[in-house]
């Protein structure tokens, strides 16, 4: 069975830094493009970065662009996210489809890591 399974989560300061990854399990994953999604309470989940499976092009959503980085080895993702802001404050979830815009209904889901960052 195939799984996404994120780590890196916590609780940080904002101005601090985070690293997640996302490993992958159950499948070949080659072809698929990778990304992160978020979901903050009462909010529904948003596209944060995408990574295309030979790492040839990146994406990022507007809030994050130039703090957030992605990045892949193989079939491992990973977001470096620094100057943390308390609205980064959410569960990030990885994300797997053979589309490389990667966009939802999404095909492979993690089961999320809770990011929190305090003012």
């Known amino acids: 069975q195939a799984r996404l399974v994120e780590s890196g989560g916590g609780l940080v300061q904002a101005g601090g830094s985070l690293r997640l990854s996302c490993a992958t399990s159950?499948?070949?994953?080659?072809?698929?493009?990778m990304g992160w999604f978020r979901q903050a309470p009462g909010k529904e989940r948003e596209f944060v970065a995408r990574?295309?499976?030979?790492?040839?092009s990146r994406g990022y959503a507007d809030s994050v662009k130039d703090r957030f980085t992605i990045s892949r080895d193989g079939n491992t993702v990973h977001l470096q996210m620094n100057s943390l802001k308390p609205e980064d404050t959410a569960v990030y979830y990885c994300?797997?489809?053979?589309?490389?815009?990667?966009?939802?209904?999404?095909?492979?889901w993690g089961q999320g890591t809770q990011v929190t960052v305090s003012s």
């Open positions: 159950g499948r070949n994953f080659n072809g698929y493009a």
């Open positions: 994300a797997a489809d053979p589309d490389p815009r990667l966009r939802p209904p999404v095909k492979y």
């Open positions: 990574i295309t499976w030979r790492g040839t």
